[in-house]
């Protein structure tokens, strides 16, 4: 049973949404823009009625659909103010042009993203294609396991995307239904500590500012485009060492000490090892636990920061193994999975590299049990296993 | 054109701050024909002034005084606009006073 | 009734918007803008859809505009400026600002009665305070003269163009000013770059109010329409003087007529100038013509039925 600390409330038992909610409450920000979409609606239905009670601050903006939601976001944001929103799926999609927009616009707008499947068939359940979507946008991604990390990425989003070397969109993914609707024991921090935390905005270019007037979004011909797009490759450069300072401060403030970019668990001395992301992670803890008691060298490297990619921590963890199965919630038909794809690349300078593996599972909402996970890890021993793609409880 | 620059020089997030310095492309050379003024005939109804697509009528004291040359375009609005035909438009080669201003009698045939 | 030396005065003061731009040289549209942005006193911010007046204004590392201004995408003007305000009125209640603001989005027709319909008609009924303008040139221009739901009947463009098959544009254009009508908001109106008083007095009762404002403002393309440049604002005048874009305001529900022509020009007057419209006059076309001065005459009169007649005199 764990003791609350000093400054921190007591535990409380809630759902994904709610953690998304409460973080939200706390940080108070000046302008939320946001439209319905299962799995996220519950999210707003919460802060809507923080709004109506004067528990926040916030301008809400109900707009009438997710592309008008992130523009709003952007023209918020580029006013100066603090600027949040959340969606899923196909609202994602829709609002994937204006993302990349605000990314090139240097816009620090925080974004839950309660990762569902991407149309078509439509389909209501989690997996990790709508948060592919971000891949190439210049976009900040974070992935929670579980209700508690969701509040705090929530509230480290906030200070790495506002960063003077960052400035760009965060999206914290949690996983749909099965981290958005379920309950879990979150401890929270108070909400005059979380106010100190996350500081005040300050933002560079503000529109309000009518004595400096600006002109953002300009047309950029081949002269300046590149330019241009390679100042976002600097500032997404410099996330993971704005992440790590953030981390220091957070433990400092909460207890909970988030170290780096992957949370690596009996990694260290395993022979075999799973890599996954979100709430799957849980399932292959169990999986592991379950091996290990029967004294197997297996382990499992949860990786929390997707975007941009810790490639040299990642290789560095991985390269000494036997073998290893990237779990893949999405596709990205045509070739491996985001992950194997990310994983594979990062150990190809590496002189000793192990045998690696792709596995989709979970698409649509299908669920994994621990079982699946141990024959994985069994299976990934046979150095005769196929090296095209596997899935995952698929009817074959 | 101004120089170009590196991508650290450059303002993030392709903002251009509107400084009273910024660069300005000086549109002039676009023209074949120009305006020019006959003073005496202008009433300062300012119909030009509001019809220039270019801020190429210059005013001073809501007066008309003639053309900034750097931006005009010779598009020929204000020509055609004027009630009293004080603005007729020239070849661009045509050697003209400053702002376009012709004082003296009327205007030539 | 607005006073051009006072116009005139503030540009000399605070010049918001400058050549240098891009845009071709008689273009209608800095016309309107320059005319909205002087009959207002208050600072303003501009949110700008893509297109002839956002390309043209903002080529990297040059800017015409010396007031805050944002362009975002295409669609999402209306969608942008709402995020603007609701980012003032949160901060203003914060105490962090304390300056009155006037809030400005400009779209030309494409960005405006299509793609960014949906954006526009979800800022007006959430009702922000702002006031949207939308730069009526009857097609996408800036990409090649492309139809749009504004493009009159039987005009050429280049993805309906006539040939043996085709009279060109084959349907009639939509009145988006009833459209945004429909939607109850303070102010709505319809102004052109020929009438300047008209459109400066429009903007000032359109910023006097609080909540969404409109106005649709005919800004004639001479390259789009086929006819000489220096002709930009005369063409303007023949839409009006021939009742094809009537000048009028709906203010809380109530219509005004602010200009009725002395005598209301045949149709042919507006047609006949612009080589878009040339194709028209060969005799198997004139039904077109015909068909075009029926629903103008139809428009007019529902109009002159239901307004009163107030005119804006300068």
């Known amino acids: ?396 | 054109m101004p120089e170009l620059k590196t991508y650290k020089e450059l303002p993030l997030g392709g903002v251009i701050p509107a400084t009273a310095d910024r660069p300005r492309k000086k549109t002039g050379d676009w023209r074949d024909e120009k305006p020019v003024l006959y003073p005496e005939k202008c009433v300062n109804c300012l119909l030009c002034w509001v019809r220039c697509p270019e801020t190429a009528i210059l005013t001073e004291d809501q007066q008309m005084r003639g053309f900034d040359y750097d931006y005009c375009k010779g598009c020929g609005i204000c020509a055609q606009t004027c009630p009293t035909e004080a603005i007729r438009m020239v070849d661009d080669a045509e050697e003209v006073p400053p702002l376009g201003r012709i004082e003296g009698e009327g205007r030539q045939e | 009734m607005p006073d051009i030396k006072t116009l005139a005065k503030r540009e000399e003061e605070r010049k918001r918007f400058e050549g240098g731009h891009a845009l071709c040289a008689g273009c209608g549209i800095p016309i309107v803008v320059r005319t909205v942005l002087n009959s207002i006193e208050q600072p303003v911010v501009v949110a700008n859809a893509t297109g002839c007046l956002e390309v043209g204004t903002t080529l990297y590392p040059y800017t015409s505009w010396n007031v805050p201004w944002i362009h975002n995408a295409f669609e999402n003007a209306a969608a942008t400026i709402s995020g603007v305000e609701a980012a003032y009125r949160v901060l203003k209640r914060k105490g962090k600002i304390d300056r009155d603001i006037v809030f400005v989005a400009f779209g030309g027709d494409g960005g405006t009665y299509d793609i960014g319909l949906q954006a526009l008609s979800g800022a007006l009924e959430r009702g922000h305070n702002f006031l949207y303008v939308c730069y009526d040139n009857e097609a996408y221009m800036n990409t090649g003269i492309q139809r749009s739901s504004a493009t009159p009947l039987g005009a050429f463009a280049t993805t309906e163009p006539p040939g043996k098959r085709s009279i060109g544009k084959r349907r009639r254009r939509k009145d988006l000013t009833q459209i945004i009508a429909g939607h109850h908001i303070p102010y709505v109106a319809q102004a052109s770059i020929s009438h300047w008083y008209d459109l400066s007095e429009k903007v000032k009762r359109a910023v006097a109010k609080e909540g969404p404002a409109f106005i649709n403002v005919m800004s004639t393309c001479f390259r789009g329409w086929r006819f000489d440049a220096s002709l930009t604002t005369e063409i303007a005048r023949l839409a009006v003087e021939t009742g094809f874009w009537p000048l009028y305001e709906i203010e809380d529900g109530e219509c005004r007529i602010t200009y009725v022509p002395e005598e209301r020009l045949d149709i042919v007057e507006w047609l006949k100038p612009q080589g878009r419209f040339a194709h028209l006059f060969k005799p198997e076309n004139r039904w077109v013509i015909d068909k075009i001065q029926e629903e103008v005459d139809r428009e007019w009169e529902e109009l002159l039925r239901r307004c009163k007649i107030a005119p804006i005199t300068d």
Not at chain 1, 170 to 190: P, Q, R, S
């Open chain 1, 1 to 396: 049973m764990a003791v609350a600390k000093p400054g921190a409330r007591k535990l409380e038992v809630l759902t994904g949404h709610q953690a998304v909610a409460e973080a939200m409450r706390q940080i108070n920000p000046d302008v939320v823009a946001a439209y319905p979409i299962t799995p996220q609606s519950e999210i707003m239905h919460y802060f809507a009625s923080y709004v109506a009670d004067g528990k926040v601050d916030t301008e809400l903006v109900t707009v009438e659909s997710e592309h008008s939601a992130m523009s709003a976001c952007v023209g918020a944001a580029a006013a100066g103010a603090r600027t949040m929103t959340a969606t899923a799926s196909q609202g994602l999609a829709l609002m994937i042009e204006v993302v990349y927009i605000a990314a090139a616009m240097r816009l620090p707008i925080v974004m839950a993203i309660a990762n569902r499947a991407l149309s078509g068939p439509i389909n209501i359940h989690c997996d990790h294609s709508d948060a592919m979507l971000g891949r190439d946008a210049g976009v900040v991604q974070l992935f929670a396991e579980n209700a508690q990390e969701t509040y705090d990425f929530m509230l480290m989003a906030l200070r790495v995307a506002e960063h003077p070397d960052v400035l760009l969109p965060v999206w914290v993914n949690l996983d749909g239904f099965t981290l958005t609707h379920t309950a879990d024991v979150v401890e929270l921090i108070d909400d005059a500590a979380v106010k100190e935390f996350i500081g005040e905005y300050k933002p560079r270019y503000p529109l309000l500012d009518v004595d400096h007037p600006t002109t953002q979004g300009p047309f950029a011909l081949p002269e300046y485009y590149f330019e241009l797009k390679r100042q976002q490759v600097d500032a997404i450069s410099n996330v993971p060492s704005v992440l790590l300072q953030v981390q220091e401060e957070f433990a400092a403030l909460s207890g909970r000490r988030y170290e780096g970019f992957f949370e690596p668990y009996y990694l260290d001395d395993a022979d075999y090892a799973l890599v996954v992301m979100g709430s799957t992670a849980g399932t292959a803890k169990a999986a592991v636990d379950e091996l290990r008691a029967q004294g197997e060298k297996v382990g499992l490297l949860k990786l929390w920061l997707f975007r941009p990619f810790p490639r040299r921590e990642v290789a560095e963890a991985l390269k000494g193994k036997e073998a290893v199965a990237v779990l893949d919630r999405a596709l990205s038909l045509g070739s491996y999975g985001p992950l194997y794809l990310e994983i594979s690349s990062a150990l190809y300078e590496c002189e000793e590299r192990p045998r690696l593996y792709n596995y989709t599972y979970g698409l649509g909402g299908r669920d994994t049990t621990a079982e699946q996970l141990t024959d994985v890890l069994h299976q990934i021993q046979g150095e005769k296993l196929s090296r095209e793609m596997h899935y995952i409880g698929l009817r074959e």
